[in-house]
């Protein structure tokens, strides 16, 4: 089998697809979204930024068969993406194998100067099975979570003593405008946090926060937040006048696009909390938001297994069957 191989060309696209038929697993069509010409990057015309991307055709007679791509990543720089798919005919002959030589020695052009590279697969796929056998390690994994309604006891606020019963904890559970600079700062912090160990992004902007998670681009609709009680400096019987830390956030995207269709679907919740809070007062925080959120519409939710307070709650609730995962689970490795 003699292959040729050369850069991506408007089009190829189309013929790769008939090739290639259904994508297999969810990362496998986020991935086939990425192949397009190569770019170097940078800012583009209209002001937008482009990542610096390499793609790669591999053809059998002329025919596209195959193709592979290396693109820095936004959030998180310190590593590449990479991927390459090959016909079902075309596999066990080296050809993705090809493919990642050249798109490593491609990588070694990326202006940003890094060279780890790092990739993504759905469980029980023929990906899963390529990775594992080039004996790339495993970083991460993700799952989508479905909590349905009601499965979790509303949270007990406490009263003032100038409150009616349904105004208790208004305080501590609050709207908050998806702008909001203190909504920013929490989002951003926690998202370090739970990839530092694994994918590290450095200190984010905050406009990069709002153009990835809040901003109405991202497709955020809302914001709602726990808070700690409210204390007053000067003591229990003074007015306190700052409102309390946040100690969950969750926000809203509108139906979750994996869920089955239905007269209710579930909405897609991001949700994460002040990572400086101690484990225990995380997990009963982020058990109380969740209580709230899925109280009376159920709400996908997405794990990694970084996100301890978050898997520790979820986990019981799957194995209760009052809960249940969409999809794979996704595998993130790097070479």
């Known amino acids: ?37 190569s770019n170097d990057g940078g800012v583009q015309p209209d002001g937008s ?37 090959v016909a079902r005919d075309h596999r066990r002959h080296g050809v993705a194998a090809t493919l ?3 798109l490593r020695h491609e990588a070694e052009q990326a202006p940003s100067g890094v060279r780890a590279v790092t990739t993504k697969v759905d469980e029980g796929t023929s990906g899963a099975a390529f990775v594992q056998a080039l004996g790339w390690q495993v970083i991460q994994t993700s799952r989508f979570v479905q909590v349905d309604p009601g499965v979790l006891a509303l949270p007990r606020f406490p009263k003032q003593s100038d409150q009616a019963d349904e105004d208790a904890g208004s305080e501590l559970v609050q709207d908050l405008a998806t702008g909001s600079v203190e909504l920013t700062d929490v989002v951003g912090r926690w998202y370090e ?3 530092r160990d694994w994918s590290p992004t450095g200190p984010l902007s905050p406009g990069a926060v709002q153009s990835f998670f809040l901003a109405d681009s991202s497709g955020a609709q809302g914001a709602i937040v726990l808070r700690a009680e409210p204390e007053s400096a000067f003591g229990a019987e003074v007015q306190p006048i700052k409102k309390g830390r946040v100690r969950a956030f ?6 979750h696009p994996a869920a089955a269709p239905s007269e209710d679907p579930p909405a897609d919740v991001f949700l994460g909390w002040e990572p400086e809070l101690e484990p225990e007062d995380a997990a009963d925080a982020v058990h109380d938001l969740v209580a709230l ?18 898997t520790a709650l979820v986990d019981p609730l799957i194995e209760a069957g009052q809960a249940r995962q969409l999809g794979a689970t996704t595998i993130i490795v790097a070479d």
């Open 1 to 37: 089998m003699a292959l040729e191989y050369r850069p991506w060309l408007e089009g190829d696209d189309r013929e790769l697809l008939q090739i290639w038929g259904d994508p297999e697993g969810e990362q496998v069509s986020w991935f086939r979204q990425t192949l397009e010409p």
């Open 49 to 85: 930024r482009r990542n610096w991307k390499r793609c790669i055709v591999a053809t059998d007679q002329g025919i596209p068969v195959a193709a592979g791509m290396v693109m820095e990543q936004g959030l998180h720089s310190s590593a590449l993406w990479i991927y390459v798919e």
């Open 100 to 102: 990642l030589t050249m």
């Open 193 to 195: 946090s739970v990839h």
């Open 250 to 255: 969750a926000v809203s995207y509108g139906p």
């Open 293 to 310: 959120v899925a109280y009376q519409h159920p709400v996908v939710l997405e794990v990694d297994s970084s996100m301890q307070p978050l």
